[in-house]
DNA sequence: CGCGAAATTGAGAGCAATCAAATGTCGTGG
DNA sequence: CCACGACATTTGATTGCTCTCAATTTCGCG
């Protein structure tokens, strides 16, 4: 492999987004080719809205933020990129600005690929087209257990879901949060303040401990499974 | 038009569903010509958990509600189609047995499509695979927003959404509420008692009118779009 | 008309938001 | 290296929205 990589970047996000995985290699040379990689240092943002939508965004290394700007001014977390999401969704297939923001929370590496050849790659790839299809798919189930638990779950519950996701992801049961508490807090939906009594209620039932102010080693992962 | 039908309700849904437009006269044809349709009466259930999910469901005229149950036994509403809307998202492409219900609300014609014969009309037609991402990505931000939504706004703002969105698609300011309100209530992630308790209020504050039980008019929809 | 389901209304309890104040953390500059 | 300020977090007290439980009342349908 790599026969053809003069980029290592652009390399990871070929294969670590499951839209190019199981893509002929000619398709995935390809893709490399029109790939571009930047990096962004924490807080710098990625996108900002106004910006015209046309690249699909794939986040190689590292982690992102996207929200709005509610009427108040206030942020509203729309979803966190992690290493291996991409973004560009809605807008890659239509002309509109960009309504939100993207905005480093580490250094974090991300690849691009324009519109225009993503479409054309679409269209010359069936693999991909239906790679895309899937992947869309699998954000929307996603998208609708998430709108399931907000309409039905406690606070309580959707942290210690929030948790057991972080902890996937990162692939450890002991971990740095991400985020801080405030954008934890409009992640679920909810204040700082009730994130902050709700880690310590999770704290006091021992299913989790609080090694630090953002270092949480997680004790009982079934049990944070179970609470309602 | 109409130059090869022989099944109206399959013409109405290659003509109502998005993802079907723009097709060439070609396709078009084709697409019609692999669509089976069949009508349920209301209270019929369209598919079942279990079912495999070897299918494109589409709603050619009606309405349905699609949902889970939940541990406890309760029904956790997932969507209702309208006339247009189309299902099988996720399982479309997997092998996976449906996980929810999706119930006639009242008398509906529905179209499928098999699976295979989708995903061969997808390899064929890269025009039916870029409105496909499109669909799927229009949903996508349509689930961000219900998402935020559910996450940031009061049981009245999200009825009063509700509300709007009702009398859009219906294309009328006064209509009968389609849901019984027990399933308004699992829609919204609320219960009945509230549902009836927030649709006085709105009658109230003379947003609304309740004409009768289940028959609503809309006074003031700026108004209603301005509830928090 | 009469049954059963749905909807309304009322009373009470609980969870989480808000407001307020104290404490902790981090980066900067002296 | 320490002092300072800005911001994040914690903790406490109170308020308010919504759920739950319970009792009617209304509606839909045979």
Same mark, same amino acid.
């Given at each position: 492999?790599?026969?053809?990589?003069?980029?290592?970047? *652009?390399?990871?996000?070929?294969?670590?987004?499951?839209?190019?995985?199981?893509?002929?290699?000619?398709?995935?040379?390809?893709?490399? $080719?029109?790939?571009?990689?930047?990096?962004?240092?924490?807080?710098?943002? &990625?996108?900002?809205?106004?910006?015209?939508?046309d690249?699909?965004?794939i986040?190689?290394? +590292?982690?992102?933020?996207?929200?709005?700007l509610?009427?108040n001014g206030?942020?509203? /977390? #729309?979803? =966190? !990129?992690?290493?291996?999401?991409?973004? @560009?969704?809605? *807008?890659?297939?239509?002309?509109?600005?960009? @309504?939100?923001?993207?905005?480093?929370? /580490?250094?974090?590496?991300?690849?691009? =690929?324009?519109?225009?050849?993503?479409?054309? !790659?679409?269209?010359?790839?069936?693999?991909?087209?239906?790679? /895309?299809?899937?992947?869309? +798919?699998?954000? &929307?189930?996603?998208?609708?257990?998430?709108?399931?638990? *907000?309409?039905?779950?406690?606070?309580? $519950?959707? #942290? *210690?879901?929030?948790?057991?996701?972080?902890?996937? @992801?990162?692939?450890?049961d002991?971990?740095e949060?991400p985020?801080?508490?405030?954008? &934890?807090?409009?992640?679920l @939906?909810?204040?700082?303040?009730? %994130?902050?009594?709700?880690?310590?209620?999770?704290?006091?039932?021992?299913? =989790?401990?609080?090694? $630090?102010?953002?270092? %949480?080693? =997680?004790?009982?992962?079934? +049990? #944070?499974? /179970?609470?309602?």
């Open positions: 492999m790599a026969h053809l990589a003069h980029n290592h970047t *652009a390399e990871d996000c070929v294969e670590l987004v499951t839209i190019f995985q199981s893509l002929s290699e000619e398709d995935t040379s390809t893709v490399a $080719s029109l790939v571009s990689d930047k990096h962004y240092e924490s807080g710098e943002y &990625i996108y900002q809205a106004g910006d015209p939508a690249a699909l965004t986040v190689a290394h +590292g982690q992102a933020k996207v929200f709005q509610a009427s206030k942020e509203q /977390m #729309l979803r =966190i !990129l992690q290493t291996g999401d991409f973004d @560009g969704e809605a *807008a890659l297939f239509s002309n509109e600005d960009r @309504g939100s923001f993207a905005q480093a929370l /580490m250094d974090t590496d991300v690849c691009q =690929i324009k519109r225009s050849d993503f479409q054309k !790659l679409m269209k010359s790839s069936p693999e991909l087209a239906v790679n /895309m299809v899937n992947a869309f +798919g699998q954000r &929307i189930v996603q998208l609708e257990q998430q709108t399931t638990e *907000a309409a039905t779950s406690s606070v309580e $519950s959707r #942290l *210690a879901s929030y948790l057991l996701e972080t902890g996937a @992801g990162l692939k450890q002991e971990f949060l985020l801080k508490k405030k954008d &934890i807090a409009t992640y @939906g909810t204040t700082p303040e009730t %994130i902050s009594r709700k880690l310590s209620s999770l704290a006091k039932d021992e299913l =989790i401990e609080k090694k $630090s102010n953002t270092l %949480i080693k =997680i004790l009982d992962a079934d +049990g #944070l499974a /179970m609470v309602e």
